[in-house]
Each structure stands twice: as structure tokens, then as C-alpha cells.
């Protein structure tokens, strides 16, 4: 079971990115997918989920009108489109999964994780 992420990079302020994350599990759409992220010295932050059906989606309220998570059950992949990037998005990005339902913020709720992917916003 592996969780690969991919798609981050450097972006100017109000530019877009998209993460992509890939599961490789046969049972990817019982899972509950998350995106996390962290800064140097701080605490892993929850950005969105999305249930595993992709029916309901949470955000962080930093996020929320700018990010979307997104899945593909089909393709064992779940997405996070950013737009409107400020600096302070600046971190690295952690895909994620959790057997437990619900909006599932905590990251100790998680089971797996990807490797992260650094997201730098320049001013």
C-alpha cells in the first residue's frame, strides 16, 4: 500500500497548482482522502478531505473558496486544485488515508501517507 503525491512546485502569489496523489490500493474507494500540510518546526495542518464516494468535502477555512480536493475512484487518485496561491501557502503537502468516515481534520485519524510535495508561493 503506497501513497506517491506529486505536482508540487514553485508558483508566483495568485498563481495555480494541482496536486495529484496516487493510492495503490484495490480498495482505494473505501477510503477517506486527505490533504495535510507542513511548515518547518510546526504541527501537520489538515487543508480538505473528501469522502470516500467523493459526495461531501471539508476545507480548512484558509482554504476554503480558493482549494478543492477532488477524486477518482477509477483511477485510485484524489486531487487538490489550488488557485489564488498566497505565500502563506507555502509548505509541504501530504496526501493521505483513513478507514474512518467523516471529515476526519486530525491527522493522527490517518492510516497512510504520501511523501509530501513542497509548494513555494513567491511574492
Known amino acids: 500500500v503506497q501513497l506517491q503525491a506529486s505536482g508540487g512546485g514553485l508558483v508566483q502569489a495568485g498563481g495555480s497548482l494541482r496536486l495529484v496523489c496516487a493510492f495503490s490500493?484495490?480498495?482505494?474507494?473505501?477510503?477517506?482522502m486527505g490533504w495535510f500540510r507542513q511548515g518547518p518546526g510546526t504541527k501537520r495542518d489538515f487543508v480538505a478531505s473528501?469522502?470516500?464516494?467523493?459526495?461531501?468535502?471539508f476545507y480548512a477555512e484558509s482554504v476554503k473558496g480558493r482549494f478543492t480536493i477532488s477524486r477518482d475512484n477509477a483511477k485510485n487518485t484524489v486531487y487538490l486544485q489550488m488557485n489564488n496561491l498566497k505565500t502563506e501557502d507555502t509548505d509541504v503537502y501530504y496526501c493521505?488515508?483513513?478507514?474512518?468516515?467523516?471529515?476526519?481534520?486530525?491527522?493522527?485519524?490517518?492510516?497512510?501517507w504520501g511523501q509530501g510535495t513542497q509548494v513555494t508561493v513567491s511574492s
Open positions: 493521505a488515508a483513513t478507514g474512518l468516515i467523516g471529515p476526519r481534520i486530525n491527522y493522527e485519524e490517518y492510516n497512510y
Open positions: 490500493t484495490p480498495t482505494f474507494s473505501t477510503y477517506v
Open positions: 473528501i469522502s470516500a464516494s467523493g459526495g461531501s468535502t
